[in-house]
């Protein structure tokens, strides 16, 4: 089958090399492909790089067409994620909402397969309303994202619901909580950038620096294994799958991994108002069902994932 995986960031990256391992036929559209960055996930020479703004909807239909795209993995969001939403609102929510639409809507057109959309843990977390204990005509009876990336996430998976109730499309959404793991580009999340300077600086003899964030951390090459197993799952009863590890990592059981991981690293706290602004996890994902219908279970836990994470910096990256 032909996978097209948009954005060719952290995440797509390793979505596309688990399509390249299951012998798929993989194209990657983005608005701005960091070649450097791929290139230390994947071989260039196995997959089609395409540069093309999913805001356009003909590059969109272009890439489709031209490509023989049977099914599309929309991982594109807003760079920087939650922390992005604040600095470029207008941006992310043009980014986040316009995306999956045109997605959906040449799915609809161009009869494909299926659609997996990249969703995330925020709409369990950092939530507002609620008050009114879900009872009808009551103003505050929603529980709803207290942010805009959570926001835009949430009409995402409802447009894809939509258009699965009344066009016959085949979607799909997945789930993640914090995603961190092997890029060297732009782009990234804040704990991704966080552990990779984390991994630089010990790697480089430098005292290195932890933030303050309680989240659920999922490894790049898990998250890239369960959108892959999305994809191509059959006989599905739900559309809706948590992608995760299962586990709520505190700020100072991530320390203590980090100086398991690294017995000699020279690490301290500080203080950030990024890591202020995040949604504090309070309680793991359910992976259940996920588990039962895709047969996806995490193969990292946070210290398998930093010494893979240190691996890959020391072969790809450090001089």
């Known amino acids: 089958m032909a996978v097209l995986v948009t954005g060719a960031g952290p995440i797509g990256a390793q979505i596309a090399r688990c399509e390249l391992e299951r012998g798929e036929k993989v194209a990657v559209l983005d608005v701005s492909p960091q070649l450097d960055a791929l290139s230390t996930i994947l071989q260039l ?53 316009m995306g999956i639409a045109n997605v959906l809507e040449a799915a609809r057109v161009m009869d494909l397969k299926r659609v997996v959309f990249i969703s995330s843990d925020a709409l369990y977390h950092g939530l507002t309303g609620g008050g009114d204990k ?21 009409a995402g998976e409802d447009i894809g619901l939509n258009y699965a109730d009344m066009f016959g499309i085949d979607f799909v959404t997945v789930r993640y909580p914090a995603v961190f793991g092997p890029w060297p580009g732009g782009g990234s999340g804040l704990p991704s950038r966080m552990f990779y300077e984390i991994v630089q600086n010990h790697a480089n003899g430098k005292p290195a620096k932890l933030l303050r964030i309680s989240a659920e951390l999922l490894y790049s090459k898990d998250a890239g294994r369960g959108a892959s197993m999305a994809c191509h799952a059959t006989d599905l ?23 398991k991981a690294f017995p000699s ?36 836990n946070l210290e398998t994932a930093l010494v893979d994470l240190m691996d890959w910096y020391k072969t790809t990256q450090k001089k």
């Open 134 to 154: 879900f009872a009808f005509g009551r103003e505050n009876a929603y529980p709803r994202p207290s942010e805009l990336y959570g926001t835009a996430k949430l």
């Open 45 to 97: 020479e196995n997959i089609r790089v395409i540069k093309g703004n999913i805001l356009e909807p003909f590059d969109l239909i272009r890439t489709i067409r031209g490509e023989g795209i049977e099914s599309v993995i929309h991982t594109v969001a807003n760079p920087g994620h939650i922390w992005g939403g604040y600095s470029n609102p207008y941006e992310a929510l043009k980014i986040n909402l």
């Open 265 to 300: 690293i020279k690490i301290a706290f500080e203080d950030s108002a990024d890591a202020d602004r995040a949604p504090k996890a309070t309680a793991a994902m359910d992976l259940s069902r996920s588990a039962e219908q895709l047969g996806y279970q995490p193969q990292y």
């Open 237 to 259: 009863k739900d559309r809706v799958f948590n992608i995760g590890v299962g586990k709520i990592y505190r700020p100072e059981e991530v320390m203590q991994t980090v100086l």
